[in-house]
């Protein structure tokens, strides 16, 4: 499967933007999805996963509450919805898909395909 993700821009504190990921193929439903994202400097780091059926998903503590993960299999696209942006949450945001177990997982090393990334830059 290939993935597109989109979306990324400049943002200030306190806004909103939402994160598309475009995925190629007939069975974009029978694959988990995750979003990581890289700070300049850091190492890449878990955001959000939601289960090939939109039944589980699963949350990095420092987006809980502020980032909602949900996916339409209609439309083979995962979103990404990020409210009340930080400074500190600026990186580039790349989805991933992993086959298997209708279940969400935060780890990077479960996932085989990934997308080319999109930035976001929050401005304090």
């Known amino acids: 499967v290939q993935l597109q993700a989109s979306g990324g821009g400049l943002v200030q504190a306190g806004g909103s933007l939402r994160l598309s990921c475009a995925a190629s193929?007939?069975?974009?439903?029978?694959?988990?999805m995750g979003w990581f994202r890289q700070a300049p400097g850091k190492e890449r780091e878990f955001v959000a996963a939601?289960?090939?059926?939109?039944?589980?998903?699963t949350y990095a503590d420092s987006v809980k509450g502020r980032f909602t993960i949900s996916r339409d299999n209609a439309k083979n696209t995962v979103y990404l919805q990020m409210n009340s942006l930080k400074p500190e949450d600026t990186a580039v945001y790349y989805c991933?898909?992993?086959?298997?177990?209708?279940?969400?997982?935060?780890?990077?090393?479960?996932?085989?395909?990934w997308g080319q990334g999109t930035l976001v830059t929050v401005s304090s």
């Open positions: 991933a898909a992993r086959a298997g177990m209708d279940e969400s997982s935060w780890l990077s090393s479960q996932y085989r395909y």
């Open positions: 193929g007939r069975t974009f439903s029978s694959y988990n």
């Open positions: 939601v289960s090939w059926s939109g039944s589980s998903t």
